[in-house]
């Protein structure tokens, strides 16, 4: 009989808010990634009133970004704000979709590409996944998949 062989953790097998939570605090983390300066007082779309009340919440955008594009090779920044994008509260008339700003997802992705974690797609004009990027990327969900499993065993071993 053949041996099991364990395969790699990707990204598609841990949950997503963990992985973007674990994501972020690494790009926070790396002197690479920046903070621009005028995080604190833009918005995140049209649809919004406010800018994000969380001060790190750039670092979760740029992991969530960097997530789709896992999953979805070639997105550009059209297909990106339509993913962030949100219903848009006209007041008395009917709620319509409006899109995410894609100056910030544009300075994002710009930003990912300087650390070599996506690169511009010549077929389709949209974004993937670089071979580095993607090894950054699954090398941070084995962490988080092998962190929720040893929290798991914890929790059962609580209960006897």
């Known amino acids: 009989m053949a041996e099991y062989e364990p395969r790699a953790i ?3 097998d841990v949950a997503p808010a963990e992985f973007i939570a674990a994501y972020a ?20 779309g049209t649809n919004r009133e406010l800018a994000p009340y969380d001060p790190d919440w750039y670092y979760t955008r740029a992991a969530a970004i960097a997530r789709k594009i896992y999953l979805q090779p070639g997105l550009g920044v059209g297909g990106l704000r339509r993913k962030f994008g949100g ?4 007041g008395t008339r009917t709620f319509t979709f409006g899109k995410a700003a894609g ?25 993937s996944i670089t071979r580095v990027g993607q090894q950054d990327l699954d090398r941070i969900a084995g962490q988080v998949a ?3 499993a040893d929290s798991d065993s914890d929790s059962d071993s609580d209960e006897d």
């Open 10 to 12: 990707t990204v598609r």
């Open 25 to 44: 605090s690494h790009l926070k983390n790396s002197d690479k990634f920046e903070l621009p300066k005028w995080t604190d007082i833009v918005k995140t």
């Open 87 to 90: 219903s848009k509260n006209r």
């Open 103 to 127: 100056g910030l997802i544009r300075t994002i992705l710009q930003q990912l590409e300087e650390i070599k974690v996506v690169e511009t797609n010549a077929e389709t004009g949209g974004r």
């Open 146 to 148: 092998k962190g929720s």
